[in-house]
């Protein structure tokens, strides 16, 4: 019940209901990620379900793992003229292997909810073979809507023809915390199936050996 | 009983409105700035770049928003002629794909291409996500077949 003094008073001095109504949206919108809430809904989207990534199994069941070679970072690239898909197959669930076999990558996220507040993503990534944590990798995350063929589970297309950025989304690298995890903010701003790929030492050429790296994964947003 | 009668009445939209004059004021313009809006799309009067196109015979001039091109979802405008008479090409088919040759992989998101005429075509949601050197891989069909690659580093 709606108390009429209350709304008489607020008819009197407007000056107090104001100050609490900017103050309401200031926190609300505020972008610093020290003092944003975190997103939350009654609907939380997921991690879309699918087929284990196993791109990195041979075909007897063993690892197919690729040495990474610090140096390789700073080596001379050939220019492969942009034919092809650049990255791997987008993948479901909550983990699964680089495009290039070097790391094993598991996520975690807040609730996942579409607006201004952002969605914290948390990564643990580790050397395939070895399980020691990727350091120092400056991780960040490319966020947009899914290809649309890629979005129906097809295996084959080249997730890397979005319509949609979202220009929340700034790439910029996640903190490490502790040693080879990384946790960010991811912002979504509509519904449906939605990629976050996260690319690992990113400044580093792309030589099939170099620490650079890409994992990717299906995202649905209600 | 949420609708009291008479004065209170009164007093209910007197503080709806007031709440109005608020958002207006605090919420409006200011709250939220640097959100979700889209970066509007205006050029400057002056090209970022000038090219050659791989033929020989198209000039393309090359204008960013922002100019320069900054990290993020910008747009560019490419005014096309002919290089020998400067004679504006509109009917150009244009397939623009933001490429990093470093890192070999360009960016996720397709750019839109508009063709506004007198040789202008402008292309949104071109997504340089990432600092670093990029090229913006331009292939022209329809009427002629040419390339250009203009390129440039993104802090």
């Known amino acids: 019940m709606l108390h009429p003094r209350r709304f008489v008073s607020w008819g009197r001095n407007s000056t107090p209901v104001c100050v609490v109504f900017a103050v309401a949206v200031v926190t609300a919108c505020s972008t610093d990620n020290n003092s944003t809430p975190i997103a939350s809904c009654t609907n939380p989207g997921m991690a879309s379900q699918g087929v284990a990534d196993t791109h990195c199994l041979g075909p007897d069941g063993g690892d197919m793992i690729t040495q990474v070679m610090p140096a390789a970072c700073d080596a001379a690239v050939g220019d492969d003229g942009g034919g092809g898909c650049p990255y791997g197959d987008t993948m479901d669930g909550l983990s699964g292997d680089d495009d290039d076999c070097k790391y094993h990558v598991t996520w975690s996220s807040t609730p996942i909810c579409r607006g201004s507040a952002p969605v914290t993503f948390t990564v643990k990534v580790t050397h395939l073979g070895t399980n020691m944590p990727l350091t120092g990798a400056a991780t960040a995350a490319e966020v947009f809507t899914t290809t649309p063929l890629d979005a129906g589970g097809d295996a084959g297309y080249c997730d890397n023809q979005s319509s949609h950025p979202d220009p ?23 519904p449906g199936q939605w990629t976050v790929r996260f690319h690992f030492n990113e400044s580093c050429n792309d030589t099939p050996d170099s620490p650079h790296g890409h994992a990717a994964f299906h995202i649905m947003v209600n | 009983m949420c609708a009291p009668a008479g004065p209170p009445r009164f007093a209910l939209a007197a503080s709806v409105s007031e709440l109005w004059v608020c958002l207006l004021l605090v919420g409006g313009p200011a709250a939220c700035s640097g959100g979700v809006q889209a970066r509007s799309m205006t050029f400057s009067s002056d090209a970022y770049l000038t090219v050659m196109s791989k033929s020989g015979t198209l000039s393309v001039e090359v204008r960013t928003s922002p100019q320069p091109p900054q990290r993020g979802t910008i747009g560019v405008e490419l005014v096309v002629a002919n290089a020998g008479d400067a004679a504006l090409r509109d009917g150009l088919t244009v397939d623009l794909v933001p490429w990093m040759p470093a890192h070999g992989h360009g960016t996720s998101v397709v750019p839109t291409v508009d063709a506004k005429g007198q040789g202008r075509y402008e292309l949104a949601n071109v997504d340089l996500f990432m600092p670093g050197h990029w090229e913006l891989r ?13 390129a440039f580093d993104i802090p």
Not at chain 1, 171 to 181: I, K, L
Not at chain 1, 183 to 190: A, E, I, K, L
């Open chain 1, 168 to 190: 929340l989304n700034h790439f910029n690298a996640m903190a490490e915390n502790p040693p080879g995890t990384y946790s960010g903010p991811v912002y979504f701003d509509q």
């Open chain 2, 138 to 150: 331009t292939t022209f069909s329809g009427p002629l077949m040419d390339y250009v690659a203009p």
